[in-house]
């Protein structure tokens, strides 16, 4: 049978089940990668599950969210992030190597493996073509430990890629093109495999910038075949012998087809406040602007920064513009000290940030209230900047940069300069020095976990009750992302790895008193939350689920959810059922009841959930079916209260 190259990927690693759309199958997961912000409770969720060291081939702990600090909450996660990698047999990459994605990229990418990241940009590796996935942080520790990751076999979306880039447009524009086409709903349940004739000109790095914002479509993953391209970049990483070629069979097909003819394409920007609100530059060009951030993984090529320091070489941004270069890794920001670049954009104005995701996820560079802020980011959920009432653009680092040197709103075709052409680096810094090798299983073994004071144990948590008799606290609409649910920023990321805390956020952006009233009826059983169409889209963050648990959330009823939220909420042993009627959504209300009998049978038994609606009064009781579409597996992980009581259980069996 022909293959393409995601399905090449599926079946060299699958474990369990058949490769039909839909159904569970089990892959074997050959490397990890966690940052700082997942990465905590990545290794307290291996201490609580008794783990002495890693099955992977090789695991990787990035710090790369959390660098600011500005008093003990931070650093103490690191050192307590650096002695869990020597005792759990783990890589470490120290606060100021750099940002996971294009780190990993660089130096333990090899195409042909698959990669399962706590992140949910992890899926840029596709761009080498691996197989690679963000999860919940508790999915990556079960990889860790040695179970196989289970997921629902993918549709595989090809997406044919014709033609060449014309000037001025990039490979942020393609990604901003196919969210324009098909929403940030559009690759929910897919794999998006991009081939074609217009490959031969995206360098992998460009691929990078593709497959990091699948993300942003929902997609399981994105894979690029493993061409020419990616020879020549693990070549320039001195890697050559890693490379293997892998391209989908002649004859193969996918379940979804699309084609862009890449010579068409124009600069193009995401609107305030949806990555898929795409429009043409043109149409909003001559807003005035505040901020112009360039870097992310998003855009974290050498080449992305050295395009911004041509375009403003020997110029100045315009007085009022934050011109923000958040460089992505320590190597590459050598690369631009060696080149020049970095002399050329602090001479435009520039103000230059360490190594690392800064202000992608609101810790630093926040922009003024209401202003405009041009990011090269992947994404622009509310509030995500660190600003409430924040107006985000997601664009190219050439609109960014055009637009820095204007103050406006501006397509750099029209600067009437020539596209500048950026030359291959004369001598490529390659270093690992500040890339920890795990110790041996001897040594580990002797090494104490150091746990500041910050750093809280897991909370317990029980199974699931027979029957839900339970009132609804909060009621919100399509597309919620986990930026919504709990929040980033320097508020509230340094308490990734305190649960109690963490949780007087969850969902203060919209409801302020929502932990308030989520503690008061605690002891009362817990609570309901009612959810639209891509219920936790976004970050894969495991604290949009297990915060809200620890506040007393059960169930969540949504039209839809987005895969990675939806796998955290069963961890935590959240329930997740769907409308069947996605009209019934509106017979719920705020403070209403929901009550289901005898819910384990009705889970065992059924997809079909029955439930009544009854107002605070009990005057009005409303029959309404619920659906799920959970494996036996979820289930057990359900019943049992989450994944760590399960693995628990399991362990007794044995
Ligand atoms: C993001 O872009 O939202 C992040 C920061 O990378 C997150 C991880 C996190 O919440 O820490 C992600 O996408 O998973």
């Known amino acids: 049978m022909s293959m393409n190259v995601a ?49 992977t081939e090789c695991s990787v702990q990035y710090v790369d969210h959390n660098l600011i600090q500005e008093d003990f909450k931070n650093p ?105 086409r098909h929403s940030v709903k559009g690759g929910v349940g897919c794999v998006l495999e991009y081939y074609g004739p217009g490959l031969e000109y995206l ?26 391209q990616v020879r020549i970049f693990l070549a320039e990483e001195g890697r050559e012998n890693d490379w293997e070629e892998l391209v989908a069979d002649k004859d193969a097909t996918y379940d979804l087809n699309d084609e862009i003819d890449l010579s068409t394409l124009v600069p193009l920007i995401a609107r305030p406040s949806s990555p898929d609100n795409v429009v043409p530059v043109t149409e909003i060009e001559g ?22 320091a041509l375009i403003v070489k020997g110029k100045q941004i315009a007085p009022q513009i934050s011109y923000d270069i958040s460089p992505t890794s320590r190597t590459i920001l ?32 926040a922009p003024a209230t209401q202003a405009n802020s041009l990011r090269t980011t992947p994404r622009n959920f509310p509030g995500r900047s660190g600003t409430l009432e924040d107006r985000v653009f997601l664009c190219s680092p050439e609109t960014a940069t055009a637009s820095a040197l204007t103050g406006k709103i501006t397509d750099p075709r029209k600067l009437g300069m020539p596209y500048p052409t950026v030359s291959a680096v004369k001598r490529h810094a390659i270093d690992k020095s500040m890339l920890q090798s795990p110790l041996s299983s001897e040594q580990a073994q002797k090494v104490p ?108 009823i949504a039209k839809s959810f987005a895969r990675i939220h939806l796998q955290n909420l069963i961890n935590f042993g959240i329930l997740p059922l769907t409308f069947c009627d996605a009209t019934d959504y509106d017979k719920i209300m705020m403070d209403d009841y929901v009550v289901i009998e005898a819910l384990h049978q009705a889970l065992d038994l059924s997809s079909e959930v029955n439930a009544f609606v009854m107002n605070k009064n009990n005057d009005q009781n409303v029959r309404i079916l619920l659906r799920h579409d959970l494996s036996k597996r979820q289930i057990d992980i359900l019943k049992a209260g989450g994944l760590i009581n399960w693995v628990r259980e399991q362990s007794a069996l044995k």
């Not at 602090?346 to 560079?365: K, L, T, W």
């Open 334 to 365: 050598e690369d631009l000290v060696n080149e020049g670049h970095l002399a050329e954009m602090i001479h435009a104005g520039a103000r230059i940030h360490q190594a690392g995701c800064n202000g992608c996820i609101g810790m630093g560079q």
């Open 203 to 228: 360098s992998a790095m460009d691929r990078h910038v593709i497959a990091n914002m699948g993300a942003e479509l929902g997609a399981t993953a994105t894979v690029f075949p493993s061409d020419e």
């Open 7 to 55: 399905q090449k990927l599926i079946h060299s690693h699958l474990m369990e089940g058949v490769m039909t759309p839909g159904k569970e199958i089990a892959l074997k997961i050959d490397q990890t990668l966690t940052q700082d912000a997942t990465g905590t409770l990545v290794m307290l969720e291996l201490e609580a599950m008794g783990i002495i060291q890693v099955k």
């Open 449 to 556: 976990l150091i746990k500041g004071p910050n750093i809280a144990s897991l909370p317990k948590l029980s199974e699931l009750s027979q029957a839900i008799n339970l009132p609804v606290l909060l009621k919100v609409g399509d597309n919620i992302s986990t930026d919504t649910i709990m929040p980033a920023g320097v508020r509230v990321l340094p308490y990734r790895s305190n649960i109690p805390k963490i949780s007087e956020f969850v969902y203060d952006i919209i409801d302020r008193h929502y932990h308030v009233r989520a503690q008061a009826q605690h002891n009362e059983g817990g609570h309901v939350i009612i959810g639209g169409e891509n219920y936790g889209q976004g970050s894969s963050r495991e604290h949009a689920a297990l915060a809200p648990r620890y506040l007393g959330l059960h169930l969540v």
């Open 287 to 308: 807003e005035d602007i505040y901020q112009a951030y360039i870097g992310s993984s998003a855009n974290p090529g050498y080449r992305d920064f050295a395009m911004s």
């Open 76 to 180: 103490d996660d690191h050192l307590f992030l650096q002695s869990a990698c020597q005792k759990f047999g783990v890589w470490f990459s120290r606060p100021g190597n750099g940002v996971s994605h294009p780190v990993h990229m660089q130096y333990f990418g090899k195409p042909g493996k698959t990669l399962l990241g706590s992140d949910s940009h992890t899926c840029a590796a596709g761009s080498i073509g691996m197989l690679a996935m963000g999860a919940g942080g508790l999915e990556v520790a079960m990889v860790m430990a040695g179970y196989p990751y289970f997921v629902k076999m993918p549709k595989i979306f090809g997406i044919k890629l014709t033609g060449k880039l014309p000037d001025w447009v990039s490979a942020k524009d393609i990604i901003l093109e196919v969210l324009r």
